[in-house]
């Protein structure tokens, strides 16, 4: 949770498995808020992106701005990549 911030950087790093190169799945990445005492809901959605894997799997890397769905001005920057073992 990064807290307090127009602009939050997590600045995450994560690590996947597979048996096969993902060519017909997405991944989806949601923004979501931590509402304050005074709201009715505990967490608010900000927008989210689904990005096609078979895009990382053939170009091996990307590394792009993406405007949340939902959102009126949200944006995320998204890097993955992909590594044959």
């Known amino acids: 949770m990064i807290r307090k911030t127009h602009h939050p950087m997590w600045n995450e790093d994560f690590q996947f498995m597979l048996e096969e190169p993902p060519l017909n799945d997405k ?3 949601e923004v979501m808020s931590k ?6 809901r505990s967490k608010e ?6 990005i096609n894997l078979s895009d990382v799997v053939h170009n091996g890397h990307i590394n ?11 944006m995320v920057h998204v890097e993955l990549g992909w590594k044959k073992t």
């Open 27 to 29: 991944i989806h990445i």
């Open 45 to 50: 959605s900000l927008g989210f992106v689904e």
């Open 64 to 74: 792009q701005k993406y405007h949340l769905i939902g959102s009126k001005n949200g």
């Open 35 to 40: 509402r304050t005492r005074f709201s009715f």
